[in-house]
């Protein structure tokens, strides 16, 4: 999908109000149809990421932004998961790094506990994107308060529940990933 008329081409058919803008319900039904099976909450997250102009749908320069987004990390797992269909914790610090993330211990395995939908240690594509959309959020919203670029922030109350809501963290909570 790197063509832009096939993005454009593809964009309309999940458009199905014709509005130039697509909901989370018919991108997660287009992932779906695609195999990728995400909960609304990510799904929902995805637009939060890439939504620039805030209006709660997904534009389609706004699309072209996700689908940057989502290639490098399908390139990254297909790089890695060495014919096994799935990344190991291990494979998982790996692609992040490539990816342009760097955790640290605790919070990799944390974050893969979370994102481990079978707690078999082992993530398919959609997990590992699910993975990278919350690290790719998390990052989105601490670069917001890092004003100096320092990477530490101090946040008073009011600005960490300011982050749980933006963040969505009380949702993707809920949905199973924590």
């Known amino acids: 999908m790197e063509n832009s008329a096939i993005l454009r081409e593809w964009f309309e058919r999940v458009d199905t109000d014709k509005i130039g803008s697509i909901t989370a319900i018919q991108l997660k039904s287009a992932f779906a149809i695609g195999n990728l099976q995400f909960p609304i909450t990510v799904v929902q997250q995805m637009i939060r990421m890439c939504d620039f102009d805030q209006n709660g749908t997904m534009s389609f320069e706004e699309f072209v932004e996700l689908n940057k987004f989502l290639l490098k990390v399908q390139h990254v797992f297909s790089d890695l998961e060495r014919g096994r269909g799935f990344l190991v914790p291990d494979d998982v610090y790996e692609a992040l790094i490539k990816i342009g993330f760097r955790l640290d211990s605790p919070a990799l395995y944390t974050v893969c506990e979370s994102f481990d939908r079978n707690k078999n240690g082992k993530f398919r594509l959609d997990d590992f994107i699910s993975l990278c ?38 949702q993707l909570a809920h949905s199973g990933f924590f």
């Open 133 to 170: 959309i919350f690290v790719q959020s998390a990052r989105n919203l601490f670069d917001s308060f890092d004003t100096t670029k320092q990477g530490r922030v101090t946040l008073d109350i009011n600005q960490f529940i300011y982050c749980i809501e933006m963040g969505d963290f009380h």
